[in-house]
């Protein structure tokens, strides 16, 4: 599952990132925040691009909101966890099945946490993707589903699926990963014209073959009534094996 997420571009790296496949920009660019750490549960503001506007940026409240919700969010979100969805099950599931035929989104982020279970106990790893020029940590989209609360008001969910041999020994407990798609199936994954057996295939096969590396970070990032948005908390931690 992923449940903990970082976005620590400044907004004109993103958008030149981006400019080459997407051409995507911050439709309130005054508002973004990077973050070191986003905890789902507190239903912060992830950044999406959706299916209907694939050259705008937009805030989304982590954790999808159907349509029998959008009156009391709070309340949906206190009896449902809908931070991830299972790929295997959108098109089923009835918070999500809607959202996949035609609301469908890109979420961006440049890393995000798992745990890792050694001896009973969980610890954190914090996972990204190098490059030459982000050595830290380069942006890269999951695969997600949105929906509106309100005119320009969105929640979102992030798709996972079964963990590759890299991410089960990290995630060795749920074996789980995020899908972070490839970057030639972004404009694929938000095209209208895809059939269910073709996203089920999309789904399946279009995690990205660029490497990820991941180590372990404080265990301090489940503590409660702490600031976990800074720099200490994807900072590796001595410990044995990294990944």
Known sequence: MCYST???KKREQIEQRLLSNLGATFEYPLEYNPYYHLNGFTHGNLYIIKM????SIYPASWGLVPGWGVHD???FWKKSNTLNARSEGIFEKPSFKDSAEDKRCLILADGFFEPHHENGVSIPYFCYQPSIEFPEGDLFLFAGLYNELDDELFTTTILTVEANPFF???HNKRKRMPLVLADDLYEDWLDDGLNQPQLNELMAYGFTANEFKAHPVTRDL????IDTNTPEFVTPVDKGTLF
């Open 6 to 8: 970082s976005l620590r």
């Open 52 to 55: 209907d506007e694939p050259e």
């Open 73 to 75: 969010p709070e309340s």
């Open 168 to 170: 089960a020994e990290i």
């Open 222 to 225: 489940y503590k409660k009534g």
